[in-house]
């Protein structure tokens, strides 16, 4: 009986210590709550830095698309925990650039257009001060599960 109850107690401390690093980790996340959090399982095919920026290609491994994933620039990144070319990981994520899933109508320099369905909208986005672009079929987004180039996953550095 006294290793049962050691056990449970064992079990609960270390479910508190683990939400407490989650939701602190969360709260050290900007998004906002209204956002649609997203996952994109994918190998990082580039990362490129900016002034201010991570740019991180990923190309997922379920539909064969390209991705975009942003995360602010930090210098430091423990050298052992980052992401790296050629892995897979998964990216939990808010979409930046938009996509049409109706014939809706959009106005393009005072021409009204009718889009197609699933018609990728070709736009620009300001981020952390920076502006990107998408390129054609590729979707932009920020990374929530990213500290620079470090992922974190359900709290845990991988």
Not at 44 to 49: R, Y
Not at 67 to 92: A, C, D, Q
Not at 119 to 139: G, K, L
């Amino acid at each position: 009986m006294k290793y049962f109850l050691t056990l449970i107690l064992f079990v609960f401390l270390a479910s508190c210590y683990v939400k407490r690093k989650t939701n602190t980790q969360t709260k050290n996340t900007i998004f906002n709550k209204n956002e649609k959090i997203e996952s994109i399982y994918g190998r990082v095919i580039s990362i490129e830095s900016t002034k201010k920026n991570n740019k991180i290609t990923v190309k997922d491994t379920i539909y064969k698309r390209k991705h975009l994933v942003l995360s602010v620039l930090n210098n430091k990144n423990p050298s052992g925990n980052t992401i790296k070319i050629n892995k897979e990981y998964n990216f939990k994520v808010v979409k930046l650039t938009h996509t049409k899933t109706s014939s809706d109508t959009l106005e393009i320099n005072g021409k009204k257009v009718v889009m197609m369905p699933n018609h990728a909208i070709v736009d620009c986005i300001n981020y952390n001060d920076e502006t990107f672009c998408n390129e054609a079929n590729t979707d932009i987004y920020k990374a929530i599960n990213l500290n620079g180039l470090v992922i974190y996953d359900n709290g845990t550095e991988w």
